[in-house]
């Protein structure tokens, strides 16, 4: 896949006949809606046609071609990476395998299929031992945090909100631990007014810290992502204090 040819682009105006789905025995009605959606979304169809994993894919692609945080060399952590779409985007931006190529590392609690070039870590990302562990795959110098996750939903709005913005704040977490100078945070988001906290903490760590909603989002859903670029690590306490001084 030449992905550095391919354009994002917005689908989201594609004219096709939609397909209607036709109520089987079993089949709630929200699944119905949910395969017409899939049936009827140009960039499902787009995603199968390029061999991506997901049409989570354009997401990334759209948000890097709007703020280039991927670049050639760096080395990207994919959080909650199943089933691949951001790291198979990631793996061709930073070159992975190639000549001054980057490195791709990619943490979840499924199991993921093989991903050329890809390092695969099957496990919790807040397990303590894990940035160890990510440290271990990457040489020890992480350009680029990413995540795509979302806490299961309840169906209640602001529970739900909550769910993703703590999901979120585990995620920098992680991030604060393994970015080098200078790197980059990518999280999914949903407005929802709880932010404030997480957003004054990405200030004072980020020089840069800005909201965009990629067209690959649906337009009907809450989300959206944060982009942090320009990481500041925390100063090393100074000789003879502890870190509470």
């Not at 917005?10 to 009605?29: E, I």
């Not at 979304?41 to 997401?59: C, I, L, T």
């Not at 992680?174 to 970015?179: H, I, Y």
Request: charged residues 25%; hydrophobic residues 40%.
């Amino acid at each position: 896949m030449a992905q550095g040819k391919h354009r994002g682009g917005n689908l989201g105006g594609a004219r096709n006949a939609k397909v209607k789905v036709k109520s089987a025995r079993g089949r709630k009605l929200s699944s119905k809606l949910w395969l017409e959606r899939q049936l009827n979304d140009p960039y499902v169809a787009e995603a199968q046609r390029r061999g991506f994993r997901s049409r989570a894919a354009f997401k990334i692609l759209e948000l890097d071609e709007r703020f280039g945080f991927l670049r050639r060399g760096q080395t990207v952590v994919d959080l909650g990476a199943a089933p691949g779409g951001w790291s198979q985007i990631a793996a061709e931006r930073v070159a992975v395998g190639r000549p001054k190529g980057g490195r791709v590392v990619a943490i979840d609690l499924l199991e993921m299929e093989p991903l050329n070039g890809v390092e695969i870590l099957c496990g919790d990302f807040t397990d303590p031992d894990v940035p160890a562990a990510v440290r271990a795959a990457s040489g020890g110098h992480v350009d680029v945090v990413m995540s795509d996750m979302a806490a299961s939903a309840t169906g209640h709005q602001k529970t739900d909100h909550l769910r993703i913005i703590g999901l979120c704040e585990a995620a920098l977490d992680f991030a604060e631990d393994v970015l080098a100078a200078d790197g980059c945070f990518i999280a999914k988001v949903f407005q929802g007014g709880s932010e404030r906290e997480l957003l004054t903490r990405l200030k004072g760590r980020f020089r840069s810290v800005r909201h965009a909603k990629p067209p690959a989002s649906r337009s009907e859903s809450s989300e959206t992502y944060v982009v942090a670029m320009g990481f500041r690590p925390a100063a090393p306490p100074e000789e003879g204090l502890s870190p509470s001084h």
